[in-house]
């Protein structure tokens, strides 16, 4: 549902008059990608991707043709255009409640017990697909490679980290995409978004987005000594914290 | 009592609480004196604390009165604290919103709605204790019924439950169509 919304604000379309076939193209693509990357796909998604499939099939039916008696008449995307409606519904009901007095963040109370040090991993407000549509974007530069000719440079998620960690304590505040600037194929894009990910997830960047859909911006979240040291203390590997 | 006694006992009260204190908790200690009294003294206190710019106030929530800092001064309590409060993901968020409005419902109805699993969020919000179960369903398989505590109408600042903000409407916002819908908003390459 979340990516799918998704995708509807960032094509800005209706939801009641979903280009189905553009949007399915876009959902599948995203799906494709995460599996690549080795992002957990849940059944979920491949049940939307189903529904997507086959509400496209249904459109390309001539009209009155169709004899499925329950679901005749009318758009086949109506019951997905619904079910959308009611859940932006309470997407924005929960903007609301992040908008009020929250206690412990906008009011404290006494005896005010120092607050739990738990933080739990996230993206610091930008949505996991936010992150995976830039990167769909910068993938877009690089044609799919059907022929390999395999002289595979070799550049580790690891040494792309550190790479990264110099860079963003060289410049400060980078754009995502100027991440890849520099990057001369698909893998290295992957591997560089891969090592984005790992960084995150070890709390040594943060990843902030001033405006919802607008441009992603990475930075350190932490000295550059420090996170170095935490590098090399932990080992990046078979760290399962955050989510 | 005396009003300014009064006056006095119940900001000490307040002062030492835990938890918000109801109208009705109060006229228990204050034996033999009016609820109307104390209401009337809690409202003056109230109002004494907003007009003086004094550093809490006197706010309803979860049924009671609690003393709270007032917003504008967020930061510099925050920075009492070297750790940070903990954050609530989207997906959890949007899990409290959906049960605070339509509780008591169940996961399947829940997941109906988000359209993904929400086993995670679900535990993460009952370890929180914001959302608790209150009941069992009456049909087969009997699931737990899900619905929110008096810690979650505490961290929204929410006085009862009628305090939320009001959903909105099934209406759409149309966003205007750009003359180039088939390229994506932000595609423009950095070259």
């Known amino acids: 549902m979340d990516l799918l919304l ?224 935490k590098i090399a203390k932990e080992g990046i590997e078979g760290d399962s914290s955050g989510a | 009592m005396e009003r300014d006694r009064l006056r006095s006992v119940l900001e000490s009260l307040l002062f030492a609480a835990e938890a918000p204190l109801t109208v009705h908790r109060l006229s228990e200690v204050f034996e033999g004196i009016e609820r109307k009294e104390i209401g009337s003294a809690l409202e003056e206190l109230q109002a004494e604390y907003k007009t003086a710019g004094r550093g809490f106030r006197l706010v309803e929530v979860a049924g009671g009165y609690q003393l709270r800092t007032p917003k504008e001064n967020a930061d510099w309590v925050k920075s009492l604290f070297r750790a940070r409060p903990a954050r609530m993901s989207r997906a959890t968020l949007e899990t409290l919103a959906i049960i605070a409005y339509k509780q008591p419902m169940t996961r399947a109805e829940i997941e109906a709605i988000r359209g993904v699993d929400v086993d995670g969020v679900l535990s993460t919000l009952l370890e929180r204790r914001l959302v608790r179960i209150v009941a069992r369903k009456d049909v087969p398989g009997r699931p737990f019924l899900y619905g929110t505590t008096g810690e979650f109408l505490e961290m929204f600042n929410l006085k009862d439950l009628s305090n939320l903000p009001t959903l909105k409407e099934m209406e759409e916002i149309t966003l205007p169509q750009s003359p180039d819908s088939g390229s994506l908003p932000e595609a423009d390459d950095k070259e």
């Not at chain 1, 679901?71 to 929960?94: C, M, N, T, V």
Request: glycine share 4%; hydrophobic share 45%; proline share 4%.
């Open chain 1, 6 to 229: 998704h995708l509807i604000k960032k094509n800005e379309v209706s939801i009641t008059d979903i280009p189905i076939a553009t949007i399915t193209e876009q959902y599948l693509a995203t799906i494709e990608l995460m599996q690549s990357l080795n992002l957990d796909v849940a059944g979920e998604f491949l049940v939307m991707a189903a529904t997507l499939i086959h509400i496209k099939s249904r459109m390309l039916l001539p009209p009155g043709e169709e004899e499925d008696e329950e679901e005749e008449g009318g758009d086949p995307r109506e019951e997905l255009a619904r079910r959308l409606l009611e859940y932006q519904r309470f997407k924005e009901a929960a903007e609301e409640l992040e908008k009020r007095d929250v206690l412990k963040r906008d009011v404290f109370v006494r005896p005010a017990e120092v607050p739990e040090e738990v933080e739990p991993g996230g993206f610091e407000g930008v949505s996991l697909f936010d992150l995976i549509s830039a990167l769909r974007h910068v993938l877009e530069r690089f044609p799919k490679e059907r022929i390999h000719e395999v002289t595979l440079e070799r550049i580790t998620v690891r040494e792309k980290m550190n790479f990264l960690l110099d860079d963003l304590h060289r410049r400060g505040k980078i754009i995502f995409q100027s991440l890849f600037e520099t990057a001369a194929s698909r893998l290295e894009v992957v591997v560089t978004f891969l090592a984005m990910l790992e960084l995150v997830k070890i709390r040594a960047i943060r990843i902030l987005q001033e405006e919802k859909e607008g441009p992603i911006a990475i930075e350190l979240a932490a000295p550059l000594e420090d996170i170095q040291e």
